[in-house]
């Protein structure tokens, strides 16, 4: 099993769409360069890389060779004394110190290119929480989407980054770009990806039992497709000739319920969605009450409002996020879950 069929396992089962191509160049090589600052960040890495690699064997050698030169010769045999070398002195220091500071400079250029982003950057705003990411486009009002950025190529996209609850790590591996997520702050980040393709997105900061749950796709699209691609993201609405509980089900998805309700009876953040219509409950506050119609639009736009006991109350209000329509579908999506 190589890397691109473990990414290829990882990449997000509901989404039918092809899986993050970034490991193309086999199990050893670094990801695809999707980014302007990809080459130069991997630049930096083989430098360092092959630096590490020539002291390694320099260090081990010259040790394996003195153990061997110096050798003590019988059981009498005594050191002679040592007082110092100035010029072998001076070379050990000087030349790592060189070098430290061409690494130092070389990354802090590199990296100070990555802080401030060009003042004609599009906007995303990306929310970490447990367990999924959520984007929304303030130049596309409406759209929001779960799990996916989509991005155009050759444009330079900011990324303003906050956390709901824990701190994240924000994290393309393709794009070599990572940046945390801190709850009560906004960060930033900036790239221009340069290749359309689909690619990983990972949370890099452990941050629940979860947090392996937490990976999205960025798919980057040729410019002219992408105002196209952003509008039919943005568009949740029954389909000519989709069931309303299809519809549902596709909500499901796109609106990230499956990142916390499963359908199969398996307990996620909160409680499954099988047999979950008609069923009893009893919530927190010790009270009780059927799962129906009403408890159900209660439990998405008011989800504090009836804790089902032995959950915590981890469910973000949907309020403004779906409408009666799209709510409807839901319902009769859930009532297929027998
Ligand atoms: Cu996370």
Redesign the pocket.
Known sequence: MNLSTILLAMAPAEQAAPPPNDAQGGPWSMPIQASTFAPETDAIYLFILVLSLISFVGIVGATLYFMKAYRRRSADQKTSSITHNGKVEFLWSAIPAVLLVVIFLWSEVAFMKQVVPPPDAIDIRVK?Q??FWTAEYPANPGVQLNNEIIVPVGVPVRVTLTSQDVI??FFIPAFRVKRDAVPGRYTTVWFEATRPGRYNLF?A?Y?GDQ?SE?RGVVHVLPADEYEAALAEAGRLEQEEGESLAAFGERIYVRKGCNACHSTDGTTKTGPSWKGMYGAERTFADGSSGTVDDNYIRESILEPNAKVVSGFTPQMPSFQGQLNDDQITALIEFMKTLK
């Open positions: 970490g447990k367990w994240h790590s949370c900061e941050c947090h937490m």
